[in-house]
Nanobody
């Protein structure tokens, strides 16, 4: 059974940093792409970043490129999202998800398993 659990969220000031972790269980996740998504109040869930099973293929949303870094460590069953230069518009619940394929995609419907989310709040 596949489970994903996010952690590392919190409240920071504008310009600050956070590192989110996604701990997964289930032997198939290490062979799948993993993505991060976020959902702000009153808005649709949006793609943030994704990483392939080997870590070689990475995608970022334009809004976070250059500020966020996704990585994974399959020996620790974890995927990470380092967020620097946080802005108020980054405030959202952040979710990690496991894709059906070995690579990650921006389309949320290609992901089979989702975590419960972790709240990130950025204030001035």
């Amino acid at each position: 059974q596949v489970q994903l659990v996010e952690s590392g969220g919190g409240s920071v000031q504008t310009g600050g940093s956070l590192r989110l972790s996604c701990a997964y269980s289930g032997r198939t996740v290490s062979s799948r792409g993993v993505g991060w998504f976020r959902q702000a109040p009153g808005k649709d869930r949006e793609f943030v970043a994704s990483i392939s099973n080997t870590g070689q293929d990475i995608l970022y949303a334009a809004s976070v490129k250059g500020r966020f870094t996704i990585s994974r460590d399959n020996t620790k069953n974890s995927v990470f999202l380092k967020m620097d230069g946080l802005q108020a518009e980054d405030t959202a619940v952040y979710y990690c998800a496991a894709n059906r394929a070995t690579y990650g995609l921006a389309a949320s419907q290609t992901y089979d398993y989702w975590g419960q989310g972790t709240q990130v709040t950025v204030s001035s």
